[in-house]
Structures are given as structure tokens and as C-alpha cells.
T-cell receptor, first 115, second 116 residues
Framework: AQSVAQPEDQVNVAEGNPLTVKCTYSVSGNPYLFWYVQYPNRGLQFLLK??????LVKGSYGFEAEFNKSQTSFHLKKPSALVSDSALYFCAVRDGGTNAGKSTFGDGTTLTVKP | NAGVTQTPKFQVLKTGQSMTLQCAQDMNHNSMYWYRQDPGMGLRLIYY???????DKGEVPNGYNVSRLNKREFSLRLESAAPSQTSVYFCASTLKPGGSNTGELFFGEGSRLTVL
């Protein structure tokens, strides 16, 4: 079985400050990890992924995420937040050792960036 | 390039009525999925189709049926709607995971269903 935990329902930051959205995961095989963003009344959009290689991965809109195998974490980060980053963020995991392709999502974290 | 298209976007049903949510993708993807999104519960997988001709149950399949009509289309049917099925439904697709493909999902805009 695989699972994802996003421990914070809500994260509030001021514009220009760094932001972190936390994610921890559990999977029996190789973890394929993803972050998605959802704007109001829209579908989810893929932001970035970790498959293998460098622990720091870069994605769209200036976001990056740090993979930590020992802590089974994949936290989303951005050095300087924008008001337009305000949205709902989902972390997801898939077992890279199977071809079933089923991704399990966390419950989501609402990011609010205040001017 | 439309990506993943879902219809209808909104629907109100009475308890016991049936309906089908349609999903089509034009990205030549092999795998398609139906998720439901409820407040505070993230996305839960209802059914998926790893490739044309196959379908499998996900985490919450009860009360739903699916049909993989062809490579492009994957429909979700509610035979007898219940208030507990009030939700936002998302269709997603990806190239069949494996090899160099890592399986990130492409989502439709969602179908908001209310069952009274």
C-alpha cells in the first residue's frame, strides 16, 4: 500500500517570503513523487516530479522540491512567494516498480500568499 | 490541443437517477483514471484503465461503473445516484507508466455533481 500525508491544511506566507509545503510518503517500492497545483474551479496541473537523481528538483513557476529518502519527505519550496501562488497544492506518490500507474494523493494544502 | 475534456461540467440529480460522465483525451495516452474530490479528503481513485480494453477498481468503486470505449474515451456511470456521491469528479490520463515514462497525470477541468 502507498500513502501520502500533508500535515498542514493551510500555509500562510507574506509575498516575497520563502514558502514550504510539507509532504511525507510511504511506498513499498521506488517512490515516484509528484506535486500538483489546483486553482479555484480548475483541474489539477502538474508542477514537478522526483524519479531519481538529484534530490532537489525544479519545476514550473519557480517551484522546487527536496527529496529526502531517510525522512521519506518531499517538501515543496519556493524562495520568494507571489500572491498568484495562492492555490491548493497536492502531493502524490506512485510505486515506480509497477506499471499499474496508480497515484495516491494527499489531502491537499491551501497556500495563501498575502500582499 | 484540448487535452482532457469532461462533460458535463455541472449536473444536479435526484436520488435514484442515473447518469454518465464522459471523458475524452487527445494526447494518445494509454492510461485513464476517474477520481473524486471531496473537501479535506484529497483525490480518491474510483476506477482506472491501464490500457484500452482493461478496467480496474480503485479505492472507492462502489456505486460506479466504467467503460473504456476506445483509446480516447473513458466514461463513468452512476446507476442509482445517492447523496453521498455529491462530489467533484476528475478524469485524468497519462502515457502508460513504465520505461522512461514516469506517469504524471493530465487532468480535465472537473464535473461538479450534486445529488439531492
Amino acid at each position: 500500500a502507498q500513502s501520502v500525508a500533508q500535515p498542514e491544511d493551510q500555509v500562510n506566507v507574506a509575498e516575497g517570503n520563502p514558502l514550504t509545503v510539507k509532504c511525507t510518503y510511504s511506498v513499498s517500492g521506488n517512490p515516484y513523487l509528484f506535486w500538483y497545483v489546483q486553482y479555484p474551479n480548475r483541474g489539477l496541473q502538474f508542477l514537478l516530479k522526483y524519479i531519481t537523481g538529484d534530490n532537489l528538483v525544479k519545476g514550473s513557476y519557480g517551484f522546487e522540491a527536496e527529496f529526502n529518502k531517510s525522512q521519506t519527505s518531499f517538501h515543496l519550496k519556493k524562495p520568494s512567494a507571489l500572491v498568484s501562488d495562492s492555490a491548493l497544492y497536492f502531493c502524490a506518490v506512485r510505486d515506480g516498480g509497477t506499471n499499474a500507474g496508480k497515484s495516491t494523493f494527499g489531502d491537499g494544502t491551501t497556500l495563501t500568499v498575502k500582499p | 490541443n484540448a487535452g482532457v475534456t469532461q462533460t458535463p461540467k455541472f449536473q444536479v440529480l435526484k436520488t435514484g437517477q442515473s447518469m454518465t460522465l464522459q471523458c475524452a483525451q487527445d494526447m494518445n495516452h494509454n492510461s485513464m483514471y476517474w477520481y473524486r474530490q471531496d473537501p479535506g479528503m484529497g483525490l480518491r481513485l474510483i476506477y482506472y484503465s491501464a490500457s484500452e480494453g482493461t478496467t480496474d477498481k480503485g479505492e472507492v468503486p462502489n456505486g460506479y461503473n466504467v467503460s473504456r470505449l476506445n483509446k480516447r474515451e473513458f466514461s463513468l456511470r452512476l446507476e442509482s445516484a445517492a447523496p453521498s456521491q455529491t462530489s467533484v469528479y476528475f478524469c485524468a490520463s497519462t502515457l502508460k507508466p513504465g520505461g522512461s515514462n514516469t506517469g504524471e497525470l493530465f487532468f480535465g477541468e472537473g464535473s461538479r455533481l450534486t445529488v439531492l
